[in-house]
């Protein structure tokens, strides 16, 4: 597989450190990145009310043309095409490019967006962007807030795009939402239902991968605040914040402390 070599050094250089980086730049391009995506999520939802105005399209290119730059983006910083091709991100990327310079022929999959914030909450670095907003030791309860919201957001959007996308587009979001979240509370109250074998499947998983989340996010509200340190002894990942010896091994640690403040 050809590599990106072609591309000039300080320029893939550059690319990487602020999509891989933890620097400053790196951690205010990855957290505008992010609101982007939340501004194209926000098309997607208001994609009912714009579908028979001039606007419509022209956003819609415009987002477009936004994807297929981020994508020429981040194959300019990957090593190799083969590696950037492996990224499930690159795959939902040019799904999502294809939906959105088709609108009239395929459905606006706009919103499968929100998984690349939880691809961003996976890095290292969104420890650093909590650890800049006073919140480095809940960053466990962040996440898995986080990982619940995007789980949220991609079932609402898939039943919204499914079952709903047709019907007045001032309730058919809310509608999906609400079916989301009595379904993955297991809740339900039987008033909004999808409708045959494939609405049935969709509840199903909707409710087993959800309240997975649930739980989740209760142990890390509930359990005490850990560091993440490997044990060089025993590999012990996790430890109380104040620990000086691995409760595994025994091995004395050396967490890094910055004091108090």
């Known amino acids: 597989m050809a590599s990106t070599t072609e591309i000039p050094k300080p320029l893939r250089q550059r690319l990487a450190r602020l999509y891989y980086g933890r620097d400053t730049a790196a951690i205010r391009f990855q957290f505008a990145l992010m609101v982007i995506d939340l501004a194209i999520i926000g098309f997607f939802l208001a994609g009912p009310y714009l ?6 399209l022209i956003l819609d290119y415009m987002i477009a ?16 095409t083969r590696r950037f091709l492996m990224r499930p991100m690159t795959w939902v990327d040019i799904f999502v490019l294809c939906t959105l310079l088709f609108p009239y022929w395929l459905y606006n999959f706009a919103f499968l967006r929100v998984a690349r914030i939880w691809a961003v909450v996976q890095r290292p670095v969104f420890g650093l962007m909590l650890a800049r907003l006073g919140l480095k030791e809940r960053v466990d309860v962040v996440k898995a807030f986080v990982n619940l919201i995007v789980f949220l957001l991609l079932v609402s959007g898939f039943v919204y795009t499914f079952f709903f996308y047709r019907e007045d587009p001032g309730t058919g979001f809310v509608d999906a939402l609400y079916f989301t979240v009595a379904t993955v509370t297991t809740t339900g109250f039987g008033d909004i239902t999808l409708p045959g074998t494939f609405g049935k499947l969709t509840s199903i998983v909707t409710m087993i991968i959800g309240i997975s989340l649930f739980v989740r996010l209760a142990q890390a509200i509930v359990r005490p605040n850990k560091v993440t340190f490997p044990c060089p002894q025993c590999g012990l990942s996790r430890h109380d914040i104040d620990a000086v010896h691995c409760k595994a091994c025994g091995h004395i640690l050396n967490i890094p402390d910055e004091g108090a403040t």
Do not use: F, V
């Open 51 to 56: 579908r028979e105005r001039p606007s419509y």
């Open 65 to 80: 043309a936004w994807i297929a730059l981020e994508l020429l983006a981040q194959w300019s910083a990957s090593w190799s």
